[in-house]
Every structure is written in structure tokens, then in C-alpha cells.
């Protein structure tokens, strides 16, 4: 059997012909501005439901809804991929903010839907929630209900949305920007080289150890030329947060996360608490690790170095099928899912200049298909990144016999997902390790991502926290984020750090999307939750697959409390549940210090 060659770029024509001066693509914009107007029009035209037998009318405006929805989103996510292959595209810069701007009257439409339906006197609502036509919609139109209750009257919701085009969302748009034009020049191999931002991330794993040094210095340099603007971006889009949650009577930056990812501030309380009493074997696994690189204590550029000589790389092609293998012990749909999406080219994974940072998975609703992005450079991690974002596009495609309405999974959720997968190629790979070497590196790897979603992600955590509760009182300086940032760093990795990452808050991307607030707790969310899917997995074998794809369907109706007791049996309000997780992540730990014979 001839193994097929899959594509390192991913195929975006299949959407639209010819990039962001496609004339599919500008057809398809003109068609969604037409069903928007409308859309308008019909939204203009409903009125507040008196009985159960409006529940046709709002069944109808639910599948009006869909239909631009779809449209909308496949625009959107097909502009962004432009954009992320080529930060220089500038065509596809002014398509982002004609989306952006459709996009606003399509959430103000929604609202005026939602604002409408949540008039509804309790007896109706209750008749609607018990209707045949509705009942499968209950859960959301329920949240839907809650969140106007919550908010402002539609016309000052209407303007806040309008507002944020050119305002709040333009702050973002900037930001990605002035990452494009950032070009990082360093000396490898011999001759000096210009790199993106993302090429020069990708060399925090780099076995030469003045290389590592050299870049984060470089890249630390031009954040730090940049810190001004970055700060002013920053402080302009939490100035806008918090200045709706002023006028909505909300005093917590963390209502509105806690509400998008169905959570409860219980639940996450007991999260960090469990991992807050749970880091010193990670500390020691930092401190034995700089040890092993001849440091006393580790430094921030160190944290990805490779700890043994014999660190696998693997060519994109080895990677793809290294996936496709583990992905195959687990169950037949990942496995032949995942293959679609290699030989379909559905990833765009070559290094190149002029690519964004990071790795992302974006839907296309309205065909049925998504697509990856990252720099892949041929390391273990490139290939768990891999693997967690073809995680992502599982949970879409598990979801493909679920109703548009009930796929709006949140970000905790949509992690799990991710994160389980990448757990799979992880825990495989250490067990069909062949050398001691090889499975010290892979384990280590394993290790780094557990300190990443307990220490990295608290750090983004505590500071974000902090820098909003000093935002309230004004504009927070770069010094200051800086500080803000160095501190949080320090607690989180519980000291273990000689040198800190003080430009964080700059570089990463995170903290600059306006459509997703506290863009990191929902990281470490999944993480742990995964961690109690895959031990399930482990403990029920052959078979499992159905019954994760049945959680996977339920992701988005209902609460994460309410889908871990449904699913797994579990109450995570309690710190009980997230410990046991922690506990697994810790055998690892043991386990690597073990092998490198330093336990002791």
C-alpha cells in the first residue's frame, strides 16, 4: 500500500478560489448582508410571544438565525486563516473588518431576538421551554433569558455592540498588526537570519542552549520596543470591559468568563486550590531540570530546552502518521477522522515567514469542515500541538448531528477536547518509548505541558486578575505590567525561576482577544478534566469512544458541573476531584526523576 504525501498548506479554495481577492468570497459577503437586512426586517418584526403557539414563530427565527450564522462564520474563519498564512495580506485586513462590522449587526439582531423572547411572561415561557418544537432548544433559551436579565436594555446592549467595532475589537485588530511587523533577526548556523515572531518562539526548544538564550533575548528586545503600544492596547480594551460591567452592575471581572464557560466560581476555586497545594513535585522537577542543563535554577528560556541529546524529531509526515497510529488505539472515527484531515489538507503547518504566532483550530460550519494552523518545525511538541488541535476539530465533527443551536460549546469544554487527544499521542509515545533517552525526552515533554496549564496559565491567570483590579483605577504603565507580570510568574512556578519572562503580557496573544475574556483558566480546565475522560478511557477500553463522543455532543447544554456528573460520575465543586488529576500529572514527575536518577 503507497502511504499518501499530506500537504504542509492547507487548502482554503475548496471555500472560496482565489485568497482574499476571491470573487466567491466577495458573492458570498454580498449574499450575507442581504440575509442580514432581512434578518433585520423579521427581528424588527417580532413581537414578545403571549402563548405556547408562538413557539413555530421562534423555531423559525432559530433556523434564520442558523442560516446567517453558518454563512457569517465561514466568511469570517476563512478571512482569519488568510490572514494567520500571511500577516502582510492586506486585502484580507480590510475583509476581517468588513466582517467584523457584519458581525455586529448580526449579534445586535440577536439580541433584539433574545430581548424580545425574554419578555415572555413566566407561564408562556415555561409553555415554550415544554413545546415539541422547542424543547431540544431549552437549556440555551434558558441561558439566553438569564444573560438579558443580566444585562442592559436592548438599545444600550445595541450600542455597546456597534461601539465595539471601531473601538474595543479595533484594539485587538492592532494588536495583531503590530505582531505582524515584528521581525526577529538572530545568527544560526552561521549566518543571520530574519524570523517571524512564531519562528522565533519555535526556538525555545532548541537544543543549543545559547541559541534558546539568544533568541528569548531577541524577541524580549522587540516586545520591550514595542511595550508602549502594547500596553495601550491592553489597557484600552480592559478599559472597555469594565466600563460595560460598570454599567451593567457587575463588580467581577470573572462574571462574564464564568458565565461564557458555564462554570461556577466554586468550581474554579476548587481547581486552583487543588493545584495550589499540589506544585512541589513540580517545583523539584524545575529545579532538578536546571540542574541537568548545569543551572542552579531554572530560567525562563530553559523551560522548553530538550533534556537529553537524543530528542526525537520527526518530519511533518512522521508526525501525521505517528498521530494517526495512537489516534488508532483509541477508536476507529479519530483515527479515520483525523486521516480526512491530513489527506484533505486541512492543515497549515509549514515554517515560513510572515505566518502569525501560535497554533489555532477554526471551524466552517457551513461545510462541514475545519481547518488547523501552526509552524511546524519537526519537535515533539509541534506534534502534541498537532495532535490538541485536531482534538478541536473532532468535537465539531462529533457534533455534526447536533442542531446548530446546541453546538455553542464554551472554552473549558472545547479545551477538554483538545487536550484529551493530545493526551493520547503523549501517553503513547512514553509507553513505546524504545531507549531510556527517548522516553526520558517524551516524558519530559508530558511534564512541561503540566506545567504549563499549572504554572504558566496561573501566572496569566493572577496577572490578568491583578492588572484589571489596577485598571479600575486607571491606566496601568508598561513598568508596571512588567512588574505585574514578574511577580505573577514568581508565585505561580512557586519560586522555582532565576529568570522571568517580564514582556509576557505582551507577547501573548491571549490577552488581546476581545471575543473571549480570561483567555486561559478554561486551559487548565480542560486539562484536568480530560485527565478524569482519559482515565475513564483507560479503565472501560475497547468501546469508550461512543460514550466520549456522547459527552462531547452534551458540551454545549448543559453546565460543566452538570455534564461531569452526567458523564463521569463526579462532583467538581470539590477540590477532591481536580486533586486526582493533579495526582496523575505527578507520577509522571516521579517517574521522570527516576530515570534521570535524581530522585533522592
Keep these: 500500500m503507497t502511504q499518501k504525501t499530506y500537504s504542509e498548506v492547507w487548502d482554503l479554495d475548496v471555500f472560496f478560489k482565489g485568497g482574499s481577492g476571491s470573487t466567491e468570497l466577495r458573492t458570498h459577503l454580498d449574499s450575507v448582508k442581504e440575509k442580514l437586512g432581512s434578518l433585520e426586517k423579521t427581528a424588527s418584526?417580532?413581537?414578545?410571544?403571549?402563548?405556547?403557539g408562538a413557539s413555530k414563530e421562534v423555531v423559525n427565527l432559530i433556523e434564520s438565525l442558523k442560516e446567517v450564522a453558518l454563512d457569517l462564520s465561514q466568511a469570517g474563519a476563512v478571512i482569519g486563516c488568510f490572514l494567520a498564512a500571511d500577516t502582510t495580506d492586506k486585502k484580507a485586513l480590510q475583509l476581517q473588518g468588513e466582517t467584523g462590522s457584519l458581525g455586529a449587526r448580526f449579534s445586535t439582531i440577536g439580541l433584539k431576538i433574545r430581548q424580545t423572547l425574554a419578555k415572555a411572561d413566566e407561564d408562556t415561557w415555561n409553555g415554550l421551554m415544554e413545546s415539541d418544537e422547542l424543547k431540544e432548544f431549552a437549556f440555551v433559551?434558558?441561558?439566553w433569558r438569564e444573560e438579558v436579565n443580566l444585562k442592559l436594555s436592548e438599545e444600550e446592549e445595541s450600542l455597546i455592540t456597534s461601539l465595539s467595532v471601531d473601538g474595543y475589537h479595533g484594539w485587538g485588530q492592532l494588536y495583531d498588526m503590530l505582531v505582524g511587523d515584528i521581525k526577529i533577526k538572530i545568527e544560526l548556523d552561521g549566518e543571520e537570519k530574519e524570523l517571524s515572531v512564531g519562528q522565533a518562539n519555535n526556538l525555545s526548544s532548541h537544543e543549543n542552549a545559547d541559541v534558546r538564550k539568544r533568541s528569548f533575548e531577541a524577541l524580549e528586545e522587540a516586545w520591550e520596543g514595542k511595550e508602549d503600544f502594547f500596553a495601550s492596547a491592553l489597557n484600552h480594551i480592559a478599559g472597555f470591559r469594565l466600563e460595560v460591567y460598570k454599567k451593567r452592575g457587575w463588580d467581577s471581572v470573572l462574571k462574564e468568563p464564568l458565565l461564557r464557560n458555564r462554570m461556577s466560581e466554586e468550581t474554579l476555586d476548587a481547581m486552583w486550590g487543588a493545584i495550589g497545594v499540589n506544585k512541589a513535585p513540580f517545583v523539584e522537577y524545575l529545579n532538578v531540570k536546571a540542574r541537568m542543563l548545569g543551572t542552579d535554577k531554572m530560567n525562563w528560556y530553559d523551560i522548553d530546552a530538550p533534556v537529553?541529546?537524543?530528542?526525537k524529531k520527526m518530519s511533518y509526515?512522521?508526525?501525521a502518521e505517528f498521530i494517526l497510529k495512537h489516534f488508532g488505539e483509541f477508536g476507529p472515527e479519530l483515527e479515520a477522522f483525523s486521516r480526512l484531515a491530513f489527506e484533505d489538507s486541512w492543515i497549515e503547518a509549514e515554517d515560513r515567514p510572515n505566518k502569525r504566532p501560535?497554533?489555532?483550530?477554526?471551524?466552517?460550519?457551513?461545510?462541514?469542515?475545519?481547518?488547523i494552523f501552526m509552524t511546524y518545525s519537526g519537535t515533539m511538541s509541534n506534534v502534541a500541538t498537532l495532535a490538541h488541535e485536531l482534538g478541536h476539530a473532532f468535537h465539531s465533527y462529533a457534533l455534526r448531528p447536533v442542531h446548530w443551536m446546541n453546538r455553542q460549546y464554551a472554552m473549558g469544554v472545547a479545551e477538554t477536547a483538545s487536550t484529551f487527544a493530545e493526551m493520547i499521542v503523549a501517553d503513547a509515545a512514553?509507553?513505546?518509548?524504545?531507549?531510556?533517552?527517548?522516553?526520558?525526552?517524551?516524558?519530559?515533554?508530558?511534564i512541561q505541558r503540566s506545567v504549563a496549564f499549572f504554572m504558566n496559565i496561573h501566572a496569566r491567570f493572577l496577572f490578568e486578575t491583578r492588572f484589571y483590579e489596577e485598571r479600575r483605577n486607571g491606566i496601568v504603565s508598561a513598568e508596571r505590567l512588567n512588574e505585574l507580570m514578574a511577580e505573577a510568574q514568581k508565585e505561580a512556578y512557586g519560586d522555582a525561576l532565576n529568570t522571568v519572562h517580564p514582556h509576557f503580557w505582551a507577547s501573548k496573544l491571549h490577552f488581546y482577544i476581545t471575543g473571549v475574556q480570561f483567555y486561559n483558566f478554561p486551559y487548565t480546565f480542560g486539562y484536568l478534566f480530560s485527565l478524569s475522560i482519559y482515565a475513564k478511557a483507560l479503565e472501560d477500553g475497547e468501546g469508550f469512544e461512543q460514550k466520549y463522543m456522547a459527552l462531547l455532543r452534551d458540551t454545549a447544554v448543559m453546565s460543566v458541573e452538570d455534564l461531569a456528573m452526567k458523564?463521569?460520575?463526579?462532583?467538581?465543586?470539590?477540590?477532591?476531584?481536580?486533586?486526582?488529576?493533579?495526582?496523575?500529572?505527578?507520577?509522571d514527575v516521579e517517574e521522570f526523576l527516576e530515570l534521570t536518577s535524581v530522585k533522592g
Design 45 to 52: 418584526a417580532f413581537e414578545v410571544p403571549q402563548s405556547a
Design 141 to 143: 433559551l434558558n441561558e
Design 308 to 311: 537529553t541529546a537524543s530528542t
Design 317 to 319: 509526515q512522521e508526525g
Design 358 to 371: 501560535g497554533g489555532f483550530c477554526t471551524g466552517m460550519p457551513a461545510s462541514e469542515q475545519s481547518r
Design 430 to 446: 512514553v509507553k513505546a518509548a524504545e531507549t531510556k533517552d527517548e522516553k526520558i525526552a517524551l516524558l519530559e515533554d508530558k
Design 567 to 587: 458523564h463521569l460520575g463526579e462532583d467538581i465543586t470539590k477540590q477532591e476531584f481536580w486533586a486526582k488529576g493533579v495526582a496523575l500529572c505527578i507520577k
